[in-house]
């Protein structure tokens, strides 16, 4: 019986979910992750999970109700404001008409809860922690499209039928398949924490309400998001040049002087509000530069390596799409691997092979289709919301959705 050999490079949310929805059917595999364990890094802020994305894929992986557990519906309030601070459209505090049970839109989750719940779903044996790929080759001297992987710590691990690239942004799997390397998009972000935000920032805390509050104007983005653990996060964004952050000469080491810098030299005309937001921050600053692919990147497909996730469709997160598209990958991938399952009593080792590197041509047409309008969506997001008039369009847009939504109700 031909049992394929499968790695997945990345313990993100694309890689994690894949490798629950192959286990989950009784499909081995290994994910080899460069953390050295689940505590090792800061996972980032809060995550949508789309009903008929990012869900879809729990629900298939038998997940759904955990979600639900660890779900913060409430995270879909949703406030806008004018850079001179003049509210737009506000249901960031109406918690009311949330129903207490799923199945929610679009209803937020800490990404270290994301994780940790993946990570709980699959066997210990299944992650290989501290594993950083190096590099990955053809298997030397084999005719079956297998690949082996070199590992930073200078270990080999080999053969294997089928390598997932999950990696992210810079995947080392990529360069297989196309020569399309990420980009710089023109916005960096400073990110900015408050913890306890109740007791130590209770402003803070009432101004941004339960979800999302949101400022656009012309070069610049203000972007808050209610975590679970009472925190917020919060980023200043600004379109500058890739060396902003080294150029501009704030010095980023010296948090309170940074944060006053940032809103004298590039919010001084923005609302009291919109600065306070900034000036309130806890002193842990981190710059995000954020990186895109071409819109609509495709390769030839070439057995017994993929992509999935943002290794293959690298976006900005303007329209808040890449983690659900990412999972959606996942759950496609798995359905078109465990496809060609029947067959691997009957057939021989080469026959399956094919019909892995088939169900390989076939996902990736599909998720090529899939990834596209996402992208576009992306790139029209970092436009629109960088632009005069971004939070103005931005919160027109909400009312339009929301009364379609209640008179289709
Ligand atoms: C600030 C910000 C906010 C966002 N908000 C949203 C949102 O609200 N909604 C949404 O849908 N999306 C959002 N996104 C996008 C979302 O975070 C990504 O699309 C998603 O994380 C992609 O998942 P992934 O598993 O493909 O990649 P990643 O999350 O990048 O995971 C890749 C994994 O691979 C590992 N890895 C990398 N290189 C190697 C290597 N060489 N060897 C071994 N392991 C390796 C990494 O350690 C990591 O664990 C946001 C992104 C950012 C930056």
Redesign the pocket.
């Known amino acids: 019986m031909f049992v394929p050999k499968i790695a997945i490079?990345?313990?993100?949310?694309?890689?994690l979910t894949l490798a629950r929805l192959l286990e989950y059917n009784n499909m081995a595999c290994t994910i080899?992750?460069?953390?050295a364990d689940r505590n090792n890094r800061d996972q980032?802020?809060t995550?949508?999970l789309h009903i008929k994305t990012g869900q879809l894929a729990l629900r298939e992986a038998g997940l759904i109700e955990e979600f639900n557990k660890l779900a913060r519906p409430e995270g879909e309030g949703m406030k806008v404001v004018k850079f001179d601070g003049t509210v737009l459209y506000d249901d960031g505090h109406n918690t009311t008409n949330v129903l207490s049970e799923g199945p929610w839109e679009r209803p937020e989750i800490d990404r270290v809860l994301l994780r940790n719940m993946l990570l709980d779903s699959v066997k210990p044996e299944t992650i290989s922690w501290n594993?950083?790929?190096f590099r990955i080759e053809p298997s030397s001297g084999d005719s079956k499209h297998r690949f082996d992987l070199h590992f930073a710590d200078g270990t080999v691990e080999k053969e294997f039928d089928l390598v997932v690239g999950?990696?992210?942004?810079?995947s080392?799997i990529r360069p297989l398949l196309t020569n399309e390397w990420p980009f710089y998009s023109g916005v960096t972000?400073v990110e900015l924490w408050a913890l306890d935000v109740q007791e130590r920032h209770p402003w803070l805390s009432e101004y941004v309400g339960s979800g999302s509050c949101f400022m656009f104007d012309e070069g610049r983005a203000l972007l808050c998001q209610r975590n679970g653990n009472n925190s917020i996060r919060a980023?200043a964004a600004v379109r500058q040049p890739e060396s902003w952050s080294k150029d501009c000469g704030i010095d980023w080491s010296k948090p309170a002087t940074a944060r006053k810098a940032l809103v004298d030299q590039y919010f001084a005309d923005c609302g009291e509000d919109v600065k306070r937001v900034i000036q309130d921050a806890n002193d842990d600053l981190k710059l995000?530069l954020a990186y895109m692919l071409p819109v609509g990147v495709e390769w030839q497909s070439r057995p017994g390596v993929t992509l999935?996730?943002?290794?293959a469709h690298l976006m900005t997160?303007f329209a808040?799409?890449?983690?659900?598209i990412?999972m959606a990958d996942a759950l496609d991938l798995a359905q078109h691997i465990l496809s060609c399952r029947d067959g691997f009593n009957s057939k021989s080792d080469e026959n399956l092979q094919d019909a892995l590197a088939e169900a390989i041509k076939k996902f990736e047409a599909s998720m090529f289709a899939r990834a596209k309008p996402n992208a576009l969506k992306s790139t029209n997001g970092l436009r629109g919301h960088f632009s005069a008039g971004g939070a103005e369009e931005f919160a027109e847009r909400i009312h339009r959705l929301k009364n379609t939504t209640n008179s289709s109700k």
């Open positions: 490079i990345g313990a993100g949310p694309a890689g080899f992750e460069l953390d980032g802020g995550l949508d594993k950083k790929l999950a990696d992210g942004a810079w080392k972000a980023y995000r999935i996730g943002d290794a997160p808040g799409v890449g983690v659900n990412a």
